[in-house]
């Protein structure tokens, strides 16, 4: 079974700091890993995906993220938050022998940046 | 957002009634698939799918019935059987072609029972 923990509910983090939102997985072959932002009343975006290669992959307004096999992590992180960056972070899993099946979802973790 | 449509953006309905939650796509994806949203749940698959005539039920199908009549359409809709329809519901799809296909989004549908 494939399964995504965010174990954060909420981070905090003041404007200009670096910001790291956590994400941890499960599956049996080798993962396929995404990340999304949704900000209220509105769809998911679509930030970045980790394939295969580079572990540390980049994605759009600036957000980065490190896969880590032996810690079976993804985090997703940004050198330095912006208040724009508030909203609700999304990991999600699919793993390779799965074939077309729908992503597997974190329950989110609201980021909150303050000025 | 782009590519994906839902319609309406808000629904009001009364208790006993069904309704019919509309998502289309211009991407020329096979896959869709319906997720609901609630406050500290995270998403949940409703339905899914794969290709047109065809698809699966999700996590939590009890209440709802979809269709796939066309590759560009997949309507949801909320039957008076689901206990508790008051949430946001999201319409996904992607290429259908791999597992590395990237799920895009539409954006929502918030559904209200008064």
């Known amino acids: 079974a494939q399964s995504v923990a965010q174990p954060e509910d909420q981070v905090n983090v003041a404007e200009g700091n670096p910001l790291t939102v956590k994400c941890t997985y499960s599956v049996s072959g080798n993962p396929y890993l995404f990340w999304y932002v949704q900000y209220p009343n509105r769809g998911l975006q679509f930030l970045l995906k980790y394939i295969t290669g580079d572990n540390l992959v980049k994605g759009s307004y600036g957000f980065e993220a490190e896969f880590n096999k032996s810690q079976t992590s993804f985090h997703l992180k940004k050198p330095s938050a912006l208040v724009s960056d508030s909203a609700l972070y999304f990991c999600a899993v699919r793993d390779e022998n799965s074939g077309n099946t729908p992503l597997v979802f974190g329950k989110g973790t609201r980021l909150s940046v303050i000025a | 957002d782009g590519g994906i449509t839902q319609s309406p953006k808000y629904l009001f309905r009364k208790e006993g009634q069904n309704v019919t939650l509309s998502c289309e796509q211009n991407?020329?994806?096979?896959?869709m698939y319906w997720y609901r949203q609630d406050p500290g749940q995270g998403l949940r698959l409703i339905y899914y799918?794969?290709?047109?005539?065809?698809?699966q039920k999700g996590d939590i199908a009890e209440g709802y019935s979809v269709s796939r009549e066309k590759k560009e359409s997949f309507p949801l809709t909320v039957t008076s059987a689901q206990k508790n329809p008051t949430a946001f519901y999201l319409c996904?799809?992607?290429?259908?072609?791999?597992?590395?296909?990237?799920?895009?989004f539409g954006p929502g549908t918030r559904l209200t029972v008064l």
């Open positions: 996904a799809s992607n290429q259908g072609a791999s597992s590395t296909d990237t799920q895009y």
């Open positions: 799918s794969q290709i047109v005539n065809d698809f």
């Open positions: 991407l020329n994806h096979d896959a």
